[in-house]
C-alpha cells in the first residue's frame, strides 16, 4: 500500500474527520498558535482514534505561519520520502503554485478542500436482474404485489397493480357505484374535483380522507371503516 500523507490547515478546516480514510494514510493536523487540539484527541477514552495522527503547534503568530510550515513539511517529505503522495486539506488556494511546482519536481501532491474527495467511493449494491426500479424514489425495492410491483421504500406502486386483484373489487367489499343525484351531490362532486381530492377505493367517491386509511394501494375513507366495523 502506497503512503499518503494528509496535512491539515487546522486554522482553515476547524471540523476533520479523518475515520474514513484507509490505513495508508498518515495525517499532521498543523495548530494554530492561538488554537488547541481536539479535546477527543487529548481524552484517554478517544484517543485511539488519533494514532495516526501527529498534532504540530505552530510557535508563532503570524498571516502565513502555519502555510510556511505546511511548506516545510512538503519539502522535508520530498526529501526523504519522494514516493509519497501528499495532500494539502485547506481552503487556501495560496498552497496551488506550490503544489504545481513540486508536482513538476517528480511529487505527488494536490490540495483538498475535504476528506470526501480522499474517501474511498462507497459501494453500491446491484440490484437483482429484472427488478423493477421505483420511478418515484429511484430505489431497486420493489416486490410483485397485486399484479404491480410496490415500493417497500416510498410505499407506492412502481408499475400499476391489477384493478381485479385490489381488495375494494373483492365481492365482499363492493358497493355499488350508483348514487342518487340530486343537486346537493352534484354540487358536492364539483368541489370535490376542484380539490383534487382522493377517491375512495370502497365506495368509488371522491373525498376527504381525514379519518381514512391507505392500505394496499388505495385509499378507504371514514365512512367505508365505519361502515365495514360494524
Same mark, same amino acid.
Not at 49 to 60: A, C, E, N
Given at each position: 500500500?502506497? #503512503?499518503?500523507?494528509?496535512?491539515?490547515?487546522?486554522?482553515?478546516?476547524?471540523?476533520?474527520?479523518?475515520?474514513?480514510?484507509?490505513?495508508?494514510?498518515?495525517?499532521?493536523?498543523?495548530?494554530?498558535?492561538?488554537?488547541?487540539?481536539?479535546?477527543?484527541?487529548?481524552?484517554?477514552?478517544?484517543?485511539?482514534?488519533?494514532?495516526?495522527?501527529?498534532?504540530?503547534?505552530?510557535?508563532?503568530?503570524?498571516?502565513?505561519?502555519?502555510?510556511?510550515?505546511?511548506?516545510?513539511?512538503?519539502?522535508?517529505?520530498?526529501?526523504?520520502?519522494?514516493?509519497?503522495?501528499?495532500?494539502?486539506?485547506?481552503?487556501? #488556494?495560496?498552497?496551488?503554485?506550490?503544489?504545481?511546482?513540486?508536482?513538476?519536481?517528480?511529487?505527488?501532491?494536490?490540495?483538498?478542500?475535504?476528506?470526501?474527495?480522499?474517501?474511498?467511493?462507497?459501494?453500491?449494491?446491484?440490484?437483482?436482474?429484472?427488478?423493477?426500479? +421505483?420511478?418515484?424514489?429511484?430505489?431497486?425495492?420493489?416486490?410483485?404485489?397485486?399484479?404491480?410491483?410496490? +415500493?417497500?421504500?416510498?410505499?407506492?406502486?412502481?408499475?400499476?397493480?391489477?384493478?381485479?386483484?385490489?381488495?375494494?373489487?373483492?365481492?365482499?367489499?363492493?358497493?355499488?357505484?350508483?348514487?342518487?343525484?340530486?343537486?346537493?351531490?352534484?354540487?358536492?362532486?364539483?368541489?370535490?374535483?376542484?380539490?383534487?381530492?382522493?377517491? +375512495?377505493?370502497?365506495?368509488?367517491?371522491?373525498?376527504?380522507?381525514?379519518?381514512?386509511?391507505?392500505?394496499?394501494?388505495?385509499?378507504?375513507?371514514?365512512?367505508?371503516?365505519?361502515?365495514?366495523?360494524?
Amino acid at each position: 500500500m502506497s #503512503k499518503k500523507l494528509l496535512l491539515v490547515d487546522f486554522e482553515n478546516k476547524q471540523k476533520v474527520d479523518l475515520s474514513r480514510l484507509d490505513e495508508g494514510f498518515r495525517a499532521i493536523i498543523f495548530v494554530g498558535a492561538s488554537q488547541n487540539p481536539p479535546k477527543a484527541s487529548r481524552k484517554q477514552a478517544t484517543a485511539h482514534r488519533f494514532s495516526r495522527v501527529d498534532f504540530l503547534k505552530i510557535s508563532g503568530a503570524g498571516k502565513n505561519a502555519l502555510d510556511f510550515h505546511i511548506a516545510f513539511e512538503l519539502g522535508r517529505t520530498f526529501e526523504t520520502a519522494p514516493d509519497t503522495q501528499c495532500f494539502v486539506l485547506s481552503g487556501d #488556494k495560496g498552497f496551488d503554485p506550490l503544489l504545481k511546482h513540486l508536482n513538476g519536481s517528480g511529487m505527488q501532491c494536490r490540495r483538498v478542500e475535504s476528506v470526501d474527495e480522499l474517501a474511498p467511493a462507497p459501494v453500491v449494491a446491484t440490484g437483482v436482474v429484472g427488478q423493477i426500479v +421505483c420511478p418515484h424514489c429511484r430505489k431497486a425495492s420493489t416486490i410483485p404485489h397485486h399484479g404491480g410491483h410496490w +415500493c417497500s421504500n416510498c410505499g407506492r406502486f412502481a408499475s400499476p397493480p391489477d384493478p381485479s386483484l385490489l381488495p375494494s373489487n373483492r365481492p365482499e367489499f363492493r358497493q355499488s357505484e350508483q348514487r342518487h343525484r340530486n343537486p346537493f351531490t352534484r354540487f358536492m362532486d364539483a368541489e370535490r374535483a376542484r380539490l383534487n381530492l382522493p377517491v +375512495c377505493g370502497w365506495c368509488h367517491q371522491q373525498t376527504d380522507m381525514t379519518g381514512g386509511i391507505y392500505d394496499d394501494g388505495e385509499w378507504m375513507c371514514g365512512w367505508c371503516i365505519s361502515a365495514h366495523a360494524r
